[in-house]
């Protein structure tokens, strides 16, 4: 299973929050979803995280992807 967390822009509550994880979950192989509005990040776990199919959930939900930040939490920082 693999992690990775991503940038959102324009989440500004709870329920901004929610509305972006329930587009995700809806991803096949996703596993986990964790988003927070007050950072901005996406954690999302699964069997396979396709990044594209990520960035066109955010966007159904009403937001801007802003891309991945990390592959899992604690490791090296990188920008996609």
Same mark, same amino acid.
């Given at each position: 299973?693999?992690? !990775?967390?991503?940038? $959102?822009? /324009?989440? !500004? ?11 995700? !979950?809806?991803? #096949? /192989?996703? %596993? *986990? $979803?964790?988003? *927070?509005?007050?950072? =901005? #990040?996406?954690? $999302?776990? =699964? *069997? ?9 959930? $955010?966007? %159904?939900?009403?937001?801007?992807? %802003? /891309?991945?930040? !990390?592959?899992?939490? =604690?490791? *090296?920082?990188?920008?996609?």
């Amino acid at each position: 299973m693999s992690a !990775k967390i991503f940038l $959102v822009e /324009g989440m !500004k509550c709870k329920n901004c929050s929610s509305h972006v994880e329930k587009e995700i !979950k809806q991803i #096949q /192989g996703i %596993k *986990d $979803v964790e988003a *927070d509005f007050t950072t =901005g #990040q996406v954690s $999302v776990k =699964g *069997d396979h995280v396709n990044e594209e199919m990520i960035k066109l959930a $955010v966007e %159904k939900a009403g937001y801007r992807f %802003k /891309g991945a930040t !990390k592959s899992s939490p =604690g490791s *090296d920082l990188w920008l996609s």
